[in-house]
Nanobody, 126 residues
Protein backbone atom coordinates (compact mmCIF):
# COMPACT_ATOMS: atom_id res chain seq x y z
CA UNK A 1 0.00 0.00 0.00
CA UNK A 2 1.27 3.45 -0.89
CA UNK A 3 -0.05 6.76 0.38
CA UNK A 4 0.71 9.98 -1.47
CA UNK A 5 0.64 13.51 -0.09
CA UNK A 6 1.07 16.54 -2.33
CA UNK A 7 2.35 19.92 -1.20
CA UNK A 8 3.74 23.10 -2.67
CA UNK A 9 0.62 24.55 -4.20
CA UNK A 10 -0.44 28.13 -3.68
CA UNK A 11 -1.10 31.48 -5.30
CA UNK A 12 1.40 32.80 -7.85
CA UNK A 13 1.38 35.54 -10.46
CA UNK A 14 1.46 34.74 -14.14
CA UNK A 15 5.00 34.09 -15.27
CA UNK A 16 6.00 32.77 -11.87
CA UNK A 17 7.10 29.32 -10.77
CA UNK A 18 6.07 26.67 -8.27
CA UNK A 19 7.54 23.33 -7.30
CA UNK A 20 5.06 20.68 -6.26
CA UNK A 21 6.14 17.77 -4.11
CA UNK A 22 4.62 14.32 -3.74
CA UNK A 23 5.72 12.48 -0.62
CA UNK A 24 5.05 8.75 -0.54
CA UNK A 25 4.85 6.21 2.24
CA UNK A 26 5.98 2.65 1.63
CA UNK A 27 9.12 1.32 -0.02
CA UNK A 28 7.15 0.07 -3.04
CA UNK A 29 7.08 3.65 -4.34
CA UNK A 30 10.48 3.25 -5.97
CA UNK A 31 9.12 0.38 -8.09
CA UNK A 32 6.27 2.43 -9.51
CA UNK A 33 5.98 4.94 -12.28
CA UNK A 34 4.70 8.31 -11.06
CA UNK A 35 2.63 11.01 -12.73
CA UNK A 36 1.10 14.40 -12.18
CA UNK A 37 -2.46 15.20 -13.23
CA UNK A 38 -4.60 18.26 -12.75
CA UNK A 39 -8.28 19.05 -12.70
CA UNK A 40 -9.49 22.42 -13.81
CA UNK A 41 -12.82 23.43 -12.26
CA UNK A 42 -15.64 21.89 -14.26
CA UNK A 43 -13.38 19.68 -16.36
CA UNK A 44 -12.05 16.14 -16.18
CA UNK A 45 -8.70 15.32 -14.66
CA UNK A 46 -5.93 15.48 -17.25
CA UNK A 47 -2.47 13.94 -17.47
CA UNK A 48 0.46 16.36 -17.36
CA UNK A 49 3.68 14.41 -16.92
CA UNK A 50 4.91 10.96 -15.98
CA UNK A 51 8.19 9.34 -15.07
CA UNK A 52 9.11 5.66 -15.06
CA UNK A 53 10.44 3.77 -12.06
CA UNK A 54 14.13 4.54 -11.84
CA UNK A 55 13.54 7.84 -13.64
CA UNK A 56 14.82 6.63 -17.00
CA UNK A 57 11.97 7.95 -19.14
CA UNK A 58 9.53 10.84 -18.96
CA UNK A 59 6.41 11.78 -20.86
CA UNK A 60 4.69 15.17 -21.06
CA UNK A 61 1.43 16.58 -22.29
CA UNK A 62 2.23 18.85 -25.22
CA UNK A 63 0.79 21.97 -23.60
CA UNK A 64 3.22 21.82 -20.68
CA UNK A 65 6.30 20.54 -22.47
CA UNK A 66 9.18 22.95 -21.93
CA UNK A 67 7.47 24.62 -18.94
CA UNK A 68 6.95 21.69 -16.53
CA UNK A 69 9.57 19.17 -15.43
CA UNK A 70 8.86 15.96 -13.55
CA UNK A 71 11.52 14.33 -11.40
CA UNK A 72 11.82 11.86 -8.56
CA UNK A 73 14.11 11.15 -5.64
CA UNK A 74 13.58 7.56 -4.54
CA UNK A 75 15.95 7.96 -1.61
CA UNK A 76 13.43 10.45 -0.23
CA UNK A 77 10.38 8.56 -1.50
CA UNK A 78 9.30 11.67 -3.35
CA UNK A 79 8.44 13.04 -6.75
CA UNK A 80 8.32 16.62 -7.93
CA UNK A 81 6.80 18.84 -10.58
CA UNK A 82 8.68 22.02 -11.35
CA UNK A 83 6.34 24.47 -13.05
CA UNK A 84 7.75 27.57 -14.75
CA UNK A 85 6.17 30.41 -16.70
CA UNK A 86 2.80 29.69 -15.14
CA UNK A 87 -0.33 30.95 -16.86
CA UNK A 88 -3.82 31.68 -15.50
CA UNK A 89 -5.09 28.62 -17.38
CA UNK A 90 -2.79 26.46 -15.23
CA UNK A 91 -5.08 27.18 -12.27
CA UNK A 92 -6.29 23.79 -11.06
CA UNK A 93 -6.03 21.13 -8.38
CA UNK A 94 -2.86 19.12 -9.00
CA UNK A 95 -2.67 15.42 -8.16
CA UNK A 96 0.16 12.97 -7.80
CA UNK A 97 -0.40 9.37 -8.94
CA UNK A 98 1.66 6.20 -8.70
CA UNK A 99 1.62 2.64 -10.00
CA UNK A 100 0.90 3.44 -13.62
CA UNK A 101 0.03 0.61 -15.97
CA UNK A 102 2.14 0.34 -19.12
CA UNK A 103 3.65 3.41 -20.73
CA UNK A 104 2.88 6.06 -23.30
CA UNK A 105 -0.72 6.79 -24.14
CA UNK A 106 -1.94 4.41 -21.40
CA UNK A 107 -0.69 6.92 -18.87
CA UNK A 108 -3.11 9.56 -20.14
CA UNK A 109 -6.06 7.79 -18.53
CA UNK A 110 -6.44 8.09 -14.79
CA UNK A 111 -7.99 4.59 -14.79
CA UNK A 112 -4.49 3.22 -15.31
CA UNK A 113 -3.09 4.59 -12.05
CA UNK A 114 -3.42 2.73 -8.79
CA UNK A 115 -2.66 5.31 -6.10
CA UNK A 116 -3.62 8.96 -5.77
CA UNK A 117 -2.92 11.85 -3.49
CA UNK A 118 -5.58 14.23 -2.26
CA UNK A 119 -4.44 17.11 -4.46
CA UNK A 120 -3.01 20.58 -3.96
CA UNK A 121 -4.51 23.81 -5.29
CA UNK A 122 -2.53 25.98 -7.67
CA UNK A 123 -3.92 29.42 -8.51
CA UNK A 124 -2.24 31.65 -11.09
CA UNK A 125 -3.34 35.28 -11.13
CA UNK A 126 -3.13 37.44 -14.22
Amino acid sequence: QVQLVESGGGLVQAGGSLRLSCKASGRAFRNYSVAWFRRVLGKEREFLAGITWGGGSTLYKDSVKGRFTISRDDAKNAAFLQMNNLKPEDTAVYFCAAQGSGYGSRWYSDFNWGYWGQGTQVTVSS
